[in-house]
């Protein structure tokens, strides 16, 4: 492709160059015509004249064919060669000047005439180098009849002569060679420079394109942070003064702690699917393919979502299958409850129905609805982050915008294409289309419960004092036995103490990602594997959303926990890392849970 680029470039350099040679034609021909002119029999000076000037104007003609029409590969070749054959036939009548213009009584006519073939050789390799056949063929043509003249001189002077004209043929090839490669390699990094340049251009536009997202995200992302911590303060504040006034009774504290436990659970939900998609940004999560039952899961979608088609009127239809896909179970599950709580929450009458069709050695699932539809200018900005249609108060009620994102992403991890068919005010169509897997023994079931294990002891690193006091003080009431400081060096220093008193085993640690002076949790487990003398278990817990540092963390080898960390999901971490498992961090990667925390990331 890039050859044929440069192909192009130079056949064009060819024909661009064709006026040039044109004026120089008509200037050195009518200077030639003036000098010879009552010298010469005008028997063979007209004819001459009457050929150099139609061969002119054909040439014009072509110039002007070649720039008006499309041109292929194929044809550039002929072009080529048709500018070439112009060159030799222009070659020829300019050689046979040395015979039209010979005078034996008149030798410094002869001397002139010499004089403008050189002049005309010399100056073919600006003009025909783009070209080597055209170069190298024209300058042939204009020599050899020069050369022919030549032999017929008696003497030295006609020897003089040939050897002249040979070193003078040798040294225009050689340079019109050497033209020819300099001519292509500056076309060619012209080519690449026009490449790079758009490339730039590409970069610069993803780059405003991504400027302008970010600031989108970080406006959308502080409003819908803002307001559960702005509830969240207004309700600490109610709490202290129902404290003031004496004992807060029991039903008001279980009301305010509803209250706070729903505002949590929604501040976690916008975290959680932030934290998402930064997995999936950072390419840490891991697809595990398997044969999927998509009868059974079509069977679990059904009752998940009965109740919300009853609580809005709506018809609710699966379609059975007894179909089977090859993909990762607790990701298409993901992919299929953001799908589905779309369909449901933009659907006020109507129906929603699942289900699947064979498409040759692939399944497309699909998920109709009869809800309000999106216009054809939205449809691609819907799988962006914090883009919802009819929403613009940012209601709760009507999800966070990031579910569809999330839905993008985990489908393009997974290689199975999305469609969306559209109609406003009729219904959506959104489908996945995944392989066809051979029938084989049940999969595993979606999901899995996790024991709890027995108390254990427990070395707890954070910089962050109250982090630190409420992480200690619930996992002392879970039973476990707690060393516990802001950095390594302190918690080693509680050890210590303990193990002067008697026995201290330490069955794992769990560290914060970030600790003060640039210290970080995986160091921090490290060094107290180090002054343990073996290697134990470790726990990492980090807010870093970003993809660079999910990476580092993942790297590590230590079991992951995400922030916000609630009470179940700090015992689940501790019972999988003493167990050897990884459930927490299945836990939390994207496409492994369905439910309710599916439900609060979609959009539309």
Request: hydrophobic share 45%; charged share 20%; aromatic share 6%.
């Amino acid at each position: 492709m890039q050859e044929d680029k440069i192909q192009e470039a130079l056949i064009e350099h060819l024909y661009r160059n064709a006026y040039g040679v044109v004026i120089s034609n008509v200037t050195i021909s009518l200077g030639i015509i003036y000098v010879l002119y009552g010298s010469v029999p005008t028997d063979w000076l007209v004819p001459w004249a009457v050929a150099v000037y139609a061969l002119i104007a054909a040439r014009v003609l072509a110039a002007r064919r070649f720039w008006k029409h499309p041109r292929t590969p194929a044809s550039l070749r002929g072009w080529a060669w048709t500018a070439a054959g112009f060159s030799w036939i222009s070659g020829l009548l300019w050689g046979s000047l040395t015979w039209i213009g010979y005078v034996p009584d008149q030798p410094h006519l002869f001397a002139f005439i010499v004089a403008i073939l050189a002049g005309l050789v010399s100056g073919t390799i600006p003009s025909m180098s783009a070209f080597p056949p055209a170069l190298i063929g024209s300058i042939l043509a204009t020599t050899l009849p020069v050369a022919a003249r030549f032999t017929t001189m008696p003497g030295a002077v006609g020897d003089a002569y040939l050897f002249l004209l040979a070193c003078l043929i040798a040294i225009n090839i050689y340079y019109g060679r050497i033209a020819y490669r300099m001519l292509h390699e500056m076309i060619r990094l012209r080519l690449e420079n026009v490449g790079l340049i758009g490339h730039l251009q590409e970069e610069r536009d993803r780059a405003q394109t991504a400027d302008r997202a970010k600031t989108r995200f970080l406006a959308a992302a502080s409003h819908d942070l803002r307001q559960p911590i702005h509830a969240l303060g207004l309700l600490i504040s109610t709490l202290s003064v129902l404290g003031r006034r004496g004992d807060v009774p029991s039903c008001e504290a279980r009301s305010l702690a509803s209250s706070a436990k729903a505002i949590v659970g929604n501040l976690s939900g916008l975290l959680n699917a932030l934290l998402d998609i930064s997995k999936l940004d950072a390419g840490v999560v891991a697809v595990a393919r398997e044969n999927v039952d998509l009868g059974e899961l079509f069977h679990s979608l059904r009752d998940e979502f009965s109740a919300s088609a009853r609580s809005k009127g709506l018809s609710w239809r699966v379609v059975d299958t007894s179909v089977r896909v090859d993909t990762d179970p607790m990701m298409l599950k993901r992919i299929l409850d953001n799908l589905l709580t779309n369909a449901f929450r933009y659907t006020n009458t109507g129906s929603v129905l699942l289900g699947c069709r064979r498409r040759g050695a692939a399944v497309e699932i699909q998920v109709w609805d009869t809800g309000l539809g999106i216009p054809d200018d939205q449809k691609a900005a819907i799988f962006e982050e914090f883009v919802q249609l009819n929403n613009p108060a940012r209601d709760k009620a009507q999800g966070l915008g990031l579910g569809l994102a999330i839905v993008r992403r985990t489908a393009e991890l997974l290689g199975h294409p999305l469609k969306l068919v559209s109609v406003p005010g009729r219904g959506s169509l959104f489908s996945v289309t995944l392989p066809a897997a051979p029938i084989a023994a049940p999969a595993p079931p979606v999901g899995s419960t996790t024991r709890i294990g027995a108390a254990a002891s427990l070395m707890i690193v954070d910089d962050e004092r109250d982090v630190l006091d409420a992480m200690v003080g619930l996992l002392v009431l879970e039973g476990h036995r707690i060393y516990a400081g802001q950095s390594a060096a302190e918690v080693e220093a509680a050890h210590s103490k303990a193990a002067r008193i008697g026995p201290a085993p330490v069955d794992l640690i769990v560290a914060d990602y970030r600790l003060k002076d640039n210290a970080i949790g995986v160091e921090a487990i490290k060094s107290l594997s180090t002054y343990l003398g073996r290697t134990v278990p470790g726990i990492v817990v980090t807010g870093d959303t970003s993809p660079s540092r999910i990476r580092e963390a993942t790297a590590s080898g230590f079991h992951i926990l995400h922030k916000p960390v609630s009470g179940d999901d700090l015992r689940e971490a501790i019972a999988a890392a003493l167990s050897g498992k990884d459930v927490a961090a299945r836990k939390q990667n994207p496409g492994t849970s369905g439910g309710k925390r599916g439900r609060r990331s979609t959009r539309r």
